[in-house]
């Protein structure tokens, strides 16, 4: 069974880090793109931040300058970096793999993320 479980979510004050992590089983992802996506309450989900299959990195503009994502193949696992957060940073994350930036064939479950003001 194939499955990407993301971990490392929780509850910080404003200008707090937190590092999300996403461990994929059942098949070896250092093929895919992988994302992260997020989506706060009463919002559509939103592209954060991906890492191509080559090691292009890419993120949101709203994220640009305090988020870091990174890979470790031999893992399995995709990492989030999340420094200086704020409240508007509050969502579900969810971690998702495919063949290129932002197209997901797999997702997570999510993992939830809230920073208080």
């Known amino acids: 069974q194939v499955q990407l479980v993301e971990s490392g979510g929780g509850l910080v004050q404003a200008g707090g880090s937190l590092r999300l992590s996403c461990a994929g089983s059942?098949?070896?992802?250092?093929?895919?793109?992988m994302d992260w996506f997020r989506q706060a309450p009463g919002k559509e989900r939103e592209f954060v931040s991906a890492v191509s299959r080559s090691g292009t990195i890419y993120y949101a503009d709203s994220v640009k300058g305090r988020f870091t994502i990174s890979r470790d193949n031999a893992k399995n696992t995709v990492y989030l970096q999340m420094n200086s957060l704020k409240p508007e940073d509050t969502a579900v994350y969810y971690c998702?793999?495919?063949?290129?930036?932002?197209?997901?064939?797999?997702w997570g479950q999510g993992t939830q993320v809230t920073v208080s003001s």
């Open positions: 998702a793999a495919g063949p290129v930036p932002r197209i997901a064939n797999y």
């Open positions: 059942g098949r070896t992802f250092s093929s895919d793109a």
